[in-house]
């Protein structure tokens, strides 16, 4: 009985050293576990005591590793922060993206071109530069599969920009085994426009050039084939209608020299000290005179004080017969067109107005572009090219000044331009 009893007695006594050295062992694997979530050493002497030799391994062995994390991160931070000195103040836009997607290192330019990507270092690529071609990009030059240089759009909210996008893989410096992907970013937004308002561009004048030329083909073709046998009326009438679209092929090349020189580095502007008020009541007595002005009221409102100004006169007479001409063409006889130059706010404004059929409101933001027209038959019909308010806005601002218009449809159109009083550009 005593030897079952002295047996118990031991068997519980082993359980009860093993249930402590059990929670020993848990406490301290709690610590290391703490240790290592920190990334702090564990000191052999914040464990319990007793825990067998593999503990105080382990604890060496885990105070190492921690050590090397430590030191790996710091060579990381020094390896970025070489990275971004160096490449922090080029001009051309950076954008290092690590094997997780995460922007690790983009510089000044970058910003610049994407400002609302602006705490765009430490997010995920897909969130802040939301272009799936770009994405696209960055795939395939981890995997060194992209192209050598990719022209790519980027589109937020209303507003395009395009970027041309050179890529290279580089090592992961974070020791991870995807390879991080580092871009330079060239803005050509500004070049795309300019391409596309060039191609538009020749597309109309391809356009407006081919009118009147089919039109001259056709009756020349026709004159040729039956001259001998068609009545003099009607062959008069083909060779006045020749006449007239001739006409229209010289004025629309004659307006398109002008804009080429006005928009050419030499836009050949002659200035000199001029008086407003003289050049303008000159321009309009010659209008008087003209026969086609006789059905509509022309006023004049000038101040006669204003001081000469430094300007090139025939430029300045070009613009001011161009708004007298469209005031002539585009309201009917027995409208009323007034002429006033006033000073204003240190800018002489000169304004021609009439009381015709006015502008609607959506085209009054594009009458300025080229071969921009309201009513295009009626243009045409008049003799226009659509490009005479461009060829007005381009010789104002040449003199420092600016072209805009004020128009309501059933009142009238006011054409104004402002001048600088004192000093030419
Ligand atoms: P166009 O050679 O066709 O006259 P412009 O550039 O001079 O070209 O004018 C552009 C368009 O603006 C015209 O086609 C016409 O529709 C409109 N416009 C210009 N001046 C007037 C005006 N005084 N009243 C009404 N519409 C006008």
């Known amino acids: 009985m005593s030897s079952i009893l002295l047996i118990a007695i031991a068997l519980a006594l082993a359980l009860g050293w093993a249930l402590v050295r059990l929670g020993k062992q848990r406490q301290a694997v709690q610590r290391l576990q703490q240790a290592i979530t920190r990334q702090q050493r564990l000191l052999r002497e914040n464990l319990p005591g007793e825990l067998g030799r593999g503990w105080d391994d382990l604890c060496e062995a885990t105070s190492d590793l921690i050590d090397e994390a430590a030191r790996l991160r710091e060579l990381r931070a020094g390896h970025l922060a070489q990275l971004e000195a160096t490449l922090g103040s080029l001009r051309e836009a950076v954008l290092v993206i690590d094997g997780g997607n995460r922007v690790v290192l983009a510089n000044q330019a970058l910003q610049e071109i994407f400002p609302h990507a602006a705490r765009i270092l430490g997010q995920r690529l897909e969130a802040v530069l939301r272009s799936v071609p770009f994405l696209n990009c960055v795939e395939d030059v981890r995997h060194g599969a992209a192209e050598p240089q990719q022209e790519i759009e980027f589109v937020e909210g209303t507003q395009s920009t395009w970027v041309e996008v050179t890529g290279a893989p580089i090592p992961p410096l974070d020791g991870g085994k995807d390879p991080w992907a580092l ?29 009147p030329l089919s039109v001259i083909k056709g009756y020349v073709e026709t004159l040729v084939d039956g001259h001998r046998e068609m009545p003099l009326e009607d062959r008069e009438k083909f060779l006045r209608t020749i006449a007239r679209h001739t006409e229209r092929l010289n004025s629309l090349l004659d307006d398109l020299l002008t804009l080429s020189r006005l928009e050419s580095t030499n836009p050949g502007l002659r200035h000199e000290l001029v008086s407003l008020p003289g050049l303008l009541n000159d321009i309009l007595g010659d209008y008087r005179a003209r026969p086609a002005a006789a059905a509509h009221r022309l006023h004049a409102d000038i101040d006669a004080t204003l001081d000469p100004l430094p300007l090139d006169p025939l430029k300045i007479t070009q613009v001011i017969e161009n708004l007298l001409d469209n005031a002539l063409k585009y309201t009917p006889p027995g409208s009323r067109i007034d002429v006033l130059a006033r000073a204003r706010d240190g800018e002489i404004v000169v304004t021609v107005q009439d009381n015709g059929p006015g502008i609607p409101e959506a085209d009054l933001p594009h009458i300025f572009e080229r071969f921009y027209r309201v009513e295009k038959g ?24 600016r072209a805009w218009v004020e128009s309501t449809v059933g009142q009238g159109s006011a054409f104004h331009l402002s001048l600088p009083a004192k000093k030419a550009a």
Do not use: P, W, Y
């Open 183 to 211: 871009f330079v970013l060239h803005d050509i937004t500004r070049q795309k426009k300019l391409e596309a308002v060039r191609r538009e561009f020749v597309a109309n004048v391809s356009h407006e050039l081919r009118t």
């Open 378 to 401: 009626r243009s045409r019909e008049k003799g226009g090219t659509g490009l005479g308010l461009s060829i007005v806005k381009h010789i104002v601002q040449l003199h420092g000044g």
